[in-house]
Nanobody, 122 residues
Framework: QVQVVESGGGLVQAGGSLRLSCAAS????????MGWFRQAPGKEREFVAA????????YYADSAKGRFTISRDNAKNTVYLQMNSLKPEDTAVYYC???????????????WGRGTQVTVSS
């Protein structure tokens, strides 16, 4: 199994940037990809971005494309989410998880972390 710990969240003003980290441990080689999701109060958890461990192929939600960049450091078993041009609607708890495919489907992800809070003020 894979265990993940998210970090890097915080309070930023609109237009600012944050870099989230997802430190993975355990059988990371058994997972095909890692993904970032976010969940705002009263809303369902939504897909943000995903990346394959091997090759680094990426997949972005429309809301993230052009502003967010997902990357990974295989040697550190860490996935990052660089978030630029942040908007108040980006405010949410951001979660990292592992999947067996490069997918936006939440149901295909397992081994969720506890999340890290991102708050963007206007």
């Amino acid at each position: 199994q894979v265990q993940v710990v998210e970090s890097g969240g915080g309070l930023v003003q609109a237009g600012g940037s944050l870099r989230l980290s997802c430190a993975a441990s355990g059988r990371t080689f058994s997972s095909y990809a890692m993904g970032w999701f976010r969940q705002a109060p009263g809303k369902e958890r939504e897909f943000v971005a995903a990346i394959k461990w091997s090759g680094g192929i990426t997949y972005y939600a429309d809301s993230a494309k052009g502003r967010f960049t997902i990357s990974r450091d295989n040697a550190k078993n860490t996935v990052y989410l660089q978030m630029n041009s942040l908007k108040p609607e980006d405010t949410a708890v951001y979660y990292c998880s592992a999947a067996d495919a490069l997918t936006a489907n939440r149901a295909e992800y397992n081994f969720w972390g506890r999340g890290t809070q991102v708050t963007v003020s206007s």
